[in-house]
């Protein structure tokens, strides 16, 4: 149903203007989030259970929703009675910021992909923190709240520009993930490094759990420093991966639109995130958690990345192109732990 009539409408909105796809369904959510029957009803159809416990905290299955795709938690409600076991909000940062000019989201449809070049569009930690204050039950669901830098802040101050993001909004989130690794913030990724990367975790880890998400295009040496850090300083799990730099695996049609700059997500990334997960759950002997999310468009993507060595996956773009059936399919196929 998704696929055959939800999905081609939606790809039609704004003339196929993606950004104007992802409002109109954020909008709609929101809506949904506001019904108790509409809530009951997904739930209904979608609510899975395959519950298991990652770094202390519990989660009723273990497909999550990516963090990007509400940034501002404005449909929060909506995403659990879909199916998500967690959810992430953000990458929200200490400053509103409007985000890159647009158009800056793109489909590649015959690859199952989307280049994004967003730039932390986002209403700041203190209106996300005003916002789930006022959420008037609790979600059912772990929440994790994704931070990122504030792009007026140069990177010389990043550390307390997290801190002040954390500081908003420590009582509401279940764990934290500290976003190193988008593309679209220059600068951004070299807080991967050892020093930035000790700084920012000897400020945040400590009353909540803190995971660090990183880029599929960190080489393994890079990345193995970066889990020695994380080790050091008590992160509670790694998320792998974000979106990639690389433009392999596209269709032939969508090489025009590989051109656009930014982030690649989706059936490109699958291979590679898992690659990525493999290596961490290898490198640190299973001692960190890890959150599997890159190119997970069908259960056995789901399965795969868990095999590989995630304890926990997301998905974003898989959401897209395969709706809410694909959460079920997956949190459904993921074995008991
Ligand atoms: C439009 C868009 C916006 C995103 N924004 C964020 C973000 O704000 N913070 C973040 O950590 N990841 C962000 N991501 C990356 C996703 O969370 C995810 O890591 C990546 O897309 C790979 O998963 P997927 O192939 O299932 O989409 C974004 C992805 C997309 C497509």
Redo the contacts with the bound molecule.
Sequence with gaps: MFERLLRPALFRIGGGDAEAA?EWTLRRLAAVSRSAPALAALRARYAVRAPRTVFGVEFPNPVGL????D?NGVALPAWPALGFGFV?V??VTAHAQPGNPRPR?FRLRDSE??I?R?G?N?AGAEALAARLAALPRPLGVPLGI?L?KSKVTPLADAVEDYLASYRALRDHGDYF?V?V??PNTPGLRSLQDRAHLDALLAALVGEKPVLV?IAPDLTEPAIAELLEVCLARGAAGV?A???TLARDGLADVDRPRGGETG?L???P??GR?REVVSFVHRETGGRLPVVG?????DPDDASRMLDAGASLV???????YRGPALVRAAARTAPTP
């Design positions: 992802h990516a963090a990007g795709m940034k992430e953000g990458t989201l992909a989307v994004n967003m932390f986002n994704s990122g993930a976003n690794s988008s998400k998320i991966t974000n979106t982030g997500s989706g059936r990334l699958t995130a999310v890159g190119g997970i468009l997301q998905l974003y773009t898989g959401f897209i």
